[in-house]
């Protein structure tokens, strides 16, 4: 199972951790698609804790953690 986590106004409307198959997503930008999540909405995007790309190829036991653009001040 990939673990996604999501973060903020990404959780308005979805729970705050999901569990999906590896074999149905196997990229970050496959669990964007499927949440209604636009690409450009994602400030940050880290796998396993670490930095990456919407592109990034996922597998069995990942963790996926999604930020939007966070404002404040």
Do not use: Q
């Amino acid at each position: 199972m990939i673990e996604v986590r999501l973060f903020a106004t990404f959780r308005e409307g979805r729970e705050k951790i999901l569990f999906m198959e590896p074999e149905k997503f196997s990229k970050v930008s496959d669990v964007l698609d499927y949440l209604n999540i636009p690409h450009a909405d994602v400030a940050i995007c880290l796998v396993n804790g670490m930095h990456s790309s919407l592109d990034k190829e996922l597998k069995d036991e990942d963790v996926l953690a999604l930020f939007p653009p966070v404002g404040g001040g």
